[in-house]
């Protein structure tokens, strides 16, 4: 077919079936197709466009960004000329359905502009993968011939908000909270050592009397003995998940020291836990 000849498409549920059809000057074909999905059948629509006319063609009519990713892109091997893995198509789906389809996939290619893909990314819920998977397919796109404009070419920053980092606990803060929990029960008050630490509540509660360690070293300059207290991070525990390891293997296991004003505290009460043992 002449290129800039007009080429249209449609896909339309009939029943337990879509119905594909393509039209074109002295082109009119259709097909059904049953036990696919609406994406499939978007597919078959791109691929039916091709053997009329080529890609070009189909492109040059009525094209629409979901045409190409269903229809070319998805099945295309990546720029290393490799086969996608499954993993990478997955987050491809995920990503296009999720942030790019719904506000553009029906925009034809030829009328994508760079207003429309700043507005699709900044609306997204996660603007950088929303800008990696729209990038991937456009540029895509743009290398088939489908696209006179190179895409992205004018930057897109999308810097992620940072929060603010919690300040710790200061150590006149850390003793008021101790005195605060003086008359608290024993595994309460130990809890209250550990968060005012630096472990998180999870980690609070996943501690064993085993993940506590003291020490004894000698200062360099002193030369005095020196003891120190650590709690090893190797385990977590939540009402929903139950235990689970905190760390993937013995060399990644976090340890944290313990504060010193609850350190007699936490000496207390294993001493304790021992006996009852």
């Not at 890609?55 to 295309?76: C, E, H, L, P």
């Not at 000496?267 to 009852?276: P, V």
């Amino acid at each position: 077919m002449p290129k800039g000849r007009p080429m249209t498409g449609t896909v339309e549920r009939r029943g337990g079936s879509w119905r594909v059809r393509v039209r074109g000057k002295g082109i009119d074909m259709s097909r059904t197709y049953r036990g696919i999905t609406r994406e499939e059948a978007e597919a078959r629509k791109v691929a039916l466009m091709q053997s009329a006319g080529g890609v070009a063609s189909a492109a040059d009519a009525a094209m629409t960004v979901s045409d190409y990713y269903w229809g070319i892109f998805r099945d295309k091997p990546s720029v290393r000329g490799k086969p996608r893995g499954e993993a990478t198509t997955r987050w491809y789906d995920g990503s296009m359905a999720r942030y790019v389809l719904p506000q553009m996939g029906d925009v034809r290619l030829r009328d994508v502009s760079h207003a429309l893909i700043r507005r699709v990314i900044y609306s997204a819920a996660s603007p950088a993968n929303c800008k990696r998977a729209l990038s991937a397919v456009l540029r895509s796109a743009y290398d088939d011939g489908l696209l006179d404009e190179r895409p992205l070419d004018r930057r897109v920053p999308v810097h992620r908000e940072r929060k603010p980092q919690a300040l710790p606990w200061s150590r006149f803060e850390a003793m008021a909270a101790l005195d605060a929990a003086r008359d608290a029960t024993p595994d309460i008050e130990l809890y209250c050592v550990l968060g005012l630490s630096g472990l998180r509540k999870e980690e609070c509660l996943g501690a064993r009397p085993l993940d506590i360690r003291e020490q004894s070293t000698y200062s360099v300059v002193t030369g005095e003995e020196v003891r120190t207290m650590t709690v090893s991070v190797s385990r977590t525990y939540t009402d929903e998940g139950g235990w689970a390891e905190g760390a993937k293997n013995d060399f990644s296991v976090r340890t944290v020291p313990v504060l010193a004003a609850g350190r007699d505290r936490v000496r207390a009460r294993l001493a304790e836990l021992r006996a009852a043992a």
